[in-house]
């Protein structure tokens, strides 16, 4: 990629946010960047995933996600979560991440988040080198009134930039 695009595809201005999934016994948490909400009716949002996270392997067995938006002091969850493989760590277990049981979906929501957002599985299309993955928001619940953890200029980002 020229370092035009490079740059100009760094000043799209991301919210931070986790894709869980929980399946029997394991449950993973991935960073992400690359989501926002795609239909309103139904109520549906989408993410990118590259085809190699351990998150997608979790989701595609169960076809269902939560989707946490994070807040501004939650830059070492998404630090942690965005640099280690839930296939050698259990990133719940280590940092110590607060969980609460969803209301319709198995995996359970993060406590504390800018919001939770339970999503049933609606399409899966690769598309260039990720997969975008849609979901319909089955259930979801506002966490707190904090500003949103962001993503600019290809690194984590704040509020008052
Ligand atoms: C700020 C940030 C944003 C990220 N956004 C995405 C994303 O939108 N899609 C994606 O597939 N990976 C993204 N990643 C990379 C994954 O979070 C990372 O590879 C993670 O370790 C994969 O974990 P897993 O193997 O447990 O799924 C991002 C990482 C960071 C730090």
């Not at 949002?45 to 190699?52: F, G």
């Amino acid at each position: 990629m020229s370092s035009d695009i490079s740059r100009a595809l760094g000043k799209i201005a991301c919210p931070c946010g986790l894709v869980g999934v929980k399946h029997g016994d394991k449950h993973d948490l991935t960073t992400v960047a690359w989501f926002t909400q795609e239909s309103s009716n139904p109520p549906q949002v989408m993410v990118a995933l590259h085809p190699k996270r351990y998150v997608l392997e979790l989701l595609d067995a169960t076809g269902e996600f939560v989707l946490t938006i994070l807040a501004d002091d939650q830059e070492h969850i998404a630090t942690f979560c965005g640099s280690r493989t839930g296939r050698n760590v259990d990133k719940i277990k280590e940092l110590g991440i607060v969980t609460e049981p969803a209301a319709v979906v198995a995996t359970p929501r993060v406590k504390d988040a800018l919001a939770n957002l339970e999503c049933k599985v609606a399409g899966r299309y690769p598309c260039g080198d990720h997969i975008i993955v849609a979901g319909q928001v089955v259930a979801a619940g506002v966490g707190s009134d904090k500003k949103p953890l962001l993503y600019f200029e290809h690194k984590i980002a704040h509020w008052n930039l």
